[in-house]
């Protein structure tokens, strides 16, 4: 045993939502190489070797239970993967119910408990939720998965930015809920990465930031970059760690927030809500 085994997994055991791509299947590759069993879970076919591969669609209620119910004992790790851009029909079942009803229902089941961790990978997209906090938690309140999306459709907030303000704002309330029972919960705010996902919108979210990324010499995160801090907000060696929307940009918003990269000043100030 060293001290630096708090960063592995080995002995146990990482639900991989969203994996079968992307930032979600470079996260369950990473589990794997940390010592950890994998479960993914995936409405799209898995195929990276040495794992257990659950069929799951994140926008029906009764495809999550049964998923769920499919998972052979406990979890220690539940990395809240998958999403969808915008003009994806049920986009907030996708990124935003579904995914909190999974851990509603792996946490009553029994299979999520002490010593658990859970990281979501929200967005930059996101970081404006503590601006809209007040009406968010009306969304919060309700546990009801139909409820919850007809609260969305009916409050506009059924797109991207929305959902993933949602998730940041679960992430943060529910952090004092959860360790009560033991469960830590986190997510990192990825800036631009080359995924299937952003390759399929690549104008919009890979040219996004480019002239911060040219004039400090950096490209796009790859998709192992991202998964690196969410495999360490879901370790041991993050126990001082809940409740966090951690931004993982290279550095771009934090940039146009102080002004030392101007250009991305406004747009800072749009993600964060504080454009007035
Ligand atoms: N790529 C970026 O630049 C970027 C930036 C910020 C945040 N994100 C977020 O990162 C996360 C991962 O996305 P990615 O970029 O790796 O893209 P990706 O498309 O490669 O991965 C998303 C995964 O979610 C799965 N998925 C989609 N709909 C589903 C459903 N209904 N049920 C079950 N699984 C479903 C897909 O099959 C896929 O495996 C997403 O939540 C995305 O919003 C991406």
Redesign the pocket.
Same mark, same amino acid.
């Given at each position: 045993m060293s001290q630096f085994d708090a960063f592995r997994y080995d002995g146990k055991r990482v639900l991989v939502v =969203? $994996? +079968? %791509? =992307?930032? $979600?299947a470079a996260a369950a590759s990473l589990a794997v190489d940390a010592g950890a069993e994998v479960i993914v879970?995936?409405?799209?076919p898995v195929t990276l070797e040495g794992v257990q591969s659950i069929s799951?669609?994140?926008?029906q209620q009764a495809s999550i239970e049964a998923a769920v119910d499919e998972v052979d004992g406990v979890v220690h790790a539940v990395l809240s993967? +998958? =999403?969808?851009a915008d003009g994806t029909p049920g986009i907030e079942r996708?990124?935003f119910v579904g995914h909190r009803h999974l851990i509603a229902r792996a946490i009553a089941t029994g299979k999520l408990g002490r010593g658990g961790a859970i990281g979501f990978?929200s967005? +930059?997209a996101g970081l404006g939720w503590e601006a809209n906090l007040a009406e968010l938690r009306e969304l919060l309140a309700l546990d009801d998965f139909d409820e919850s999306a007809e609260w969305m459709v009916a409050h506009h907030k059924a797109d991207y930015m929305n959902s993933k303000q949602a998730m940041c704002a679960y992430v943060a309330s529910s952090a004092f809920e959860l360790l009560k029972q033991g469960i830590r919960i986190n997510a990192i705010c990825? =800036? #631009? %990465?080359e %995924? #299937?996902? +952003?390759l399929a919108n690549e104008e919009m979210?890979l040219g996004f930031g480019s002239d911060y990324r040219d004039e400090v010499g950096v490209g796009v995160s790859t998709?192992l970059e991202q998964a690196y801090p969410l495999l360490f907000l879901c370790s041991d060696a993050a126990a001082a760690i809940s409740g966090i929307t951690l931004v993982t940009d290279a550095g771009y918003l934090t940039s146009g927030t102080t002004e030392s990269f101007p250009p991305a000043t406004p747009v800072a100030q749009f993600l964060t809500g504080k454009l007035t």
């Open positions: =969203g $994996g +079968a %791509t =992307g930032m $979600g879970m995936d409405r799209a799951l669609d994140l926008a993967c +998958a =999403g969808v996708i990124n990978i967005s +930059a990825p =800036g #631009p %990465t %995924t #299937p996902l +952003a979210w998709p």
